[in-house]
């Protein structure tokens, strides 16, 4: 209870422009929790929301079952990590660390102590008195992290925080973050346009578009039942695949397209019309070869990378897109190779085509 | 091989420009410092008469100037008080508002330094007078004093100065550390003195300096904020209205001197910041060995310059020109002597006509401003066809005899009395 956050009908507008809308969340205490969306959908603006900077234009911000509004930010039980990590430049690592107790009035001494117990808490043990500039982007990473800590904070708050690091590190920092927050045992709110970042660390993610909340899921919910076009295409690869609802029953819908009746679920058991104008996404590892499948393809090339093979094929005018895990029996095919291709219509999600199929566009270009 | 030698006359060229361009900035204040040194009384590089540091000491002996300086230097400190904070919050308020209001909040700021400052002295006087009258206030009350009124005149137009000095470091400031140090529970007053203020201190330091200069040679405005008191460069300007001695270049020489070490001092110290910023303090043979960090430390450098000035000073003021000066009377007496026996030899042979045409007229003569600078006695026949058998001007008095006290009478007789007074040193 000490550490939920919970957005009610929270709106933040800039003049006419409509940066968050109608976000209602609850974030419950101890919980990994990502906000994942395209650059400018609104991820800052509403961390910036929780952590006192922008007020709402409606709704309310609650911590801990109290009302935020008109509280600072240096009042609230929050610690926000900067995009740009904001580290304190003219400050030693230590004094950074530190100034969380510095303004509070801790003793020198006792400021010293904290700052190198949360030094050995993030690894960096004896960096203390070098200077920002000196250390490398990693290590600043956690710097930062650690000086947040240093507020005792019921909530952290991440803004993007790995996206300056190169891959190798990326990797090594989400496992890193998970460690910590599993230590202290905080809330996180962690904000990316990263979905791998979202989906390996967090233990709930909002998927955010042009300021609305699509779908607030666990991560496996999110990529195998995604609610809306947008997430179906933003999170992860994805086949879309238009059409025309011939038929429902429960959840299975039948479907005439391009490529002959098709099968597939009807996302969060929705009803349709006969002859609606749906799309149908396939993950391309669920596209499989499958001789009595019931599309019928032709291969254009075939990319490997590694552990996967990437097939490019195309069944008339509808390209499609699928891979292969590049185990003993997978051998290369060539182009021109006839394919027979089958999925499991239980994970392969039917949506409404009106459903924003401009912002699909937009997630896949972010 | 034609390419060749015409790439060498280019680069002849851009040297001959480059020393051409050097000599524009610099010859003046090369030659300025040469004629400090110079015993001649009219600040010249030829004739050499003498080597002498007599100059430096009529400078210091010169009452109104050095009184100047103590109130320039009064007003400075409460101009730079002022000034600084009151640009400091301006350049605050420019970045806080918002857009739309920023042009209009920078033109009123900007102003006064636009406004020329003639028309800035009078509307203070004019304004504080009538603040003061409506007070009832004597006229020997705080607002008809000079030194407040150029405080208040000058803090107009220097904390804009201050202003933009601020403005421009608030630029590179990235504000999310403020909102950084908020968020860490920082109150917002905190937030300014541990995160704003010291990075703003480099520009407070430079705002501090440029106000204090700007304050220091101010004229226009002073002129007339000051009233009847004087200011040092309000007394400067009324002393070379009488006429220029040497006595303004050893002057100058101060402060080149001033200025040089000054330079090579930040010089030091923007070096060594960013040998150290960069890491290659480590590593560097200079940096790296304690005993060349401590050769090229700043303060090291700073007292080795401060030690040669003190060294060069105190060589000075033993350094005695009498000797010299004697002998180059001696000269003239005897050249003028001369000179006297050759004219009476013509003038016994010839008819009494006018000789005028025969002599070139004096160069300078007493026509132009400086005619008493010049018209000094020091030209052997020069101003007058007919000399009298008295030398001209000042009666070269043995040296050692008390000098006309300079600065005791500001105000000479004569117009050009102040070019013949403190020719000689005290004590010379
Ligand atoms: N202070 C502001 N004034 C006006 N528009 C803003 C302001 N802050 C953010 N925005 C706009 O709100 C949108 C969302 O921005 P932001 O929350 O930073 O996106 P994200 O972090 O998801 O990339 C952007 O279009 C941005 O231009
Ligand atoms: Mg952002």
Not at chain 1, 217 to 223: H, K
Not at chain 2, 159 to 167: K, N, V, W
Not at chain 2, 205 to 217: D, Q
Not at chain 2, 243 to 266: C, M, N, Q, W
Request: charged residues 15%.
């Amino acid at each position: 209870m000490t550490r939920d956050v919970l957005l009610d009908h929270v709106t933040i507008r800039f003049g006419s422009f409509t940066a968050v809308d109608n976000a209602y969340l609850n974030i419950s205490g101890g919980e990994f929790f990502s906000f994942l969306g395209p650059s400018g959908c609104g991820k800052t603006t509403l961390l910036r929301c929780i952590s006192g900077f922008v007020e709402p234009t409606e709704g309310r911000v609650m911590i801990a079952g109290q009302d935020m509004a008109r509280v600072g930010p240096n009042k609230r039980p929050t610690a926000l990590i900067f995009q740009n990590l904001a580290l304190f430049p003219l400050m030693s690592v230590a004094e950074n660390i530190a100034f969380p107790l510095e303004v509070r009035g801790v003793s020198r001494k006792g400021r010293r102590k904290r700052a190198d117990a949360l030094l050995d808490l993030i690894a960096l043990p004896g960096v203390g008195d070098k200077k920002v500039y000196e250390l490398s982007g990693g290590q600043r990473q956690r710097v930062a992290i650690a000086r947040a800590l240093a507020v005792e904070p019921d909530i952290l708050l991440l803004d993007e925080p790995l996206s300056a690091l190169d891959l190798k590190l990326r990797q090594h920092m989400r496992t890193e973050l998970r460690a910590i927050q599993q230590r202290v045992g905080l809330t996180f709110i962690y904000i990316t346009h990263d979905q791998g970042e979202a989906l390996t660390m967090s233990d709930r993610v909002a998927v955010m578009n042009r300021g609305v909340i699509e779908q607030v899921d666990a991560p496996t919910a999110i990529y195998e039942t995604p609610r809306t076009a947008f997430v179906a295409a933003f999170v992860g690869e994805t086949n879309v695949i238009p059409g025309t609802v011939l038929a429902q029953s429960g959840v299975q819908v039948r479907l005439g397209t391009p490529l002959g009746p098709l099968v597939g679920t009807a996302a969060g058991g929705r009803r349709y019309q006969a002859g609606e104008a749906v799309q149908l996404f396939v993950r391309p590892e669920q596209l499989v070869m499958d001789a009595e499948g019931p599309i019928a393809a032709t291969v254009e090339k075939e990319e490997f990378e590694g552990a996967t093979r990437h097939v490019f094929a195309r069944a008339g005018l509808q390209a499609l897109r699928l891979s292969r895990v590049n185990a003993g029996a997978a051998g290369a095919l060539g182009p021109g190779a006839p394919l027979r291709l089958g999925y499991d219509a239980a994970r392969a999600s039917v949506l409404p085509a009106s459903d924003g199929g401009g912002a699909i566009d937009a997630g896949l270009t972010a | 091989m034609s390419a060749a030698s015409a790439g060498g006359g280019g680069r002849w060229a851009s040297t001959g420009y480059g020393a051409l361009f050097y000599l524009f900035l610099f010859g003046p204040l090369l030659i300025m410092t040469g004629t400090a040194f110079n015993s001649s009384s009219f600040p010249r590089l030829s004739p050499w008469e003498c080597f002498t540091t007599d100059w430096f000491g009529v400078l210091l002996n010169d009452r109104r100037l050095m009184d100047g300086l103590w109130t320039s230097a009064g007003i400075g400190l409460g101009v730079v008080l002022i000034a600084v904070p009151m640009g400091l919050a301006g350049a605050l308020a420019l970045s806080e508002i918002a857009p739309r209001l920023r042009a209009a909040l920078y033109t009123v700021l900007i102003t006064p330094v636009l406004v020329p400052g003639v028309v800035l002295g009078i509307s203070t006087i004019v304004f504080w007078g009538q603040v003061g009258r409506a007070l009832g206030m004597p006229t020997t009350g705080l607002f008809f004093d000079g030194v407040f009124l150029t405080i208040a005149g000058q803090v107009t137009f220097v904390s804009a100065y201050a202003m933009l000095i601020f403005s421009a470091r608030l630029q590179r400031f990235d504000p999310t550390l403020t909102e950084a140090a908020l968020d860490l529970g920082a109150s917002p007053g905190q937030a300014f003195r541990k995160i704003l203020l010291p990075f703003l201190r480099p520009a407070i330091a430079s705002a501090a300096f440029l106000t204090l200069l700007a304050s220091f040679e101010n004229y226009n405005t002073t002129v007339f904020t000051i009233l009847a008191d004087a200011t040092f460069t309000t007394a400067l300007a009324s002393k070379v209205r009488y006429g220029i001695d040497p006595s303004l270049s050893a002057l100058a020489v101060i402060i080149i001197a001033l200025t040089l070490i000054g330079a090579i001092t930040h010089e030091a110290v923007m070096r060594r910041r960013a040998a150290i910023l960069s890491g290659r303090a480590a590593r560097s043979r200079l940096y790296g060995h304690p005993a060349g960090r401590l050769a090229v430390h700043p303060a090291t450098i700073l007292a080795l310059l401060v030690a040669l000035a003190g060294l060069a000073v105190w060589q000075g003021s033993r350094y005695d020109s009498s000797a010299c000066r004697a002998g180059v009377l001696e000269e003239r007496r005897a050249l003028q002597e001369k000179l006297m026996q050759e004219q009476r030899a013509r003038m016994r042979q010839t008819a009494p006509a006018p000789a005028v045409p025969t002599e070139p007229p004096a160069p300078g003569g007493n026509g132009s401003g400086f005619g008493g600078a010049f018209g000094s006695g020091l030209r052997p026949g020069g101003s007058s066809a007919a000399p009298a058998p008295t030398p001209a001007a000042p009666s070269p008095a043995a040296p050692g005899s008390p000098p006309p006290a300079p600065g005791s009478n500001p105000a000479p007789a004569t117009p050009f009395g102040g070019a013949f007074q403190g020719i000689r040193p005290p004590g010379g």
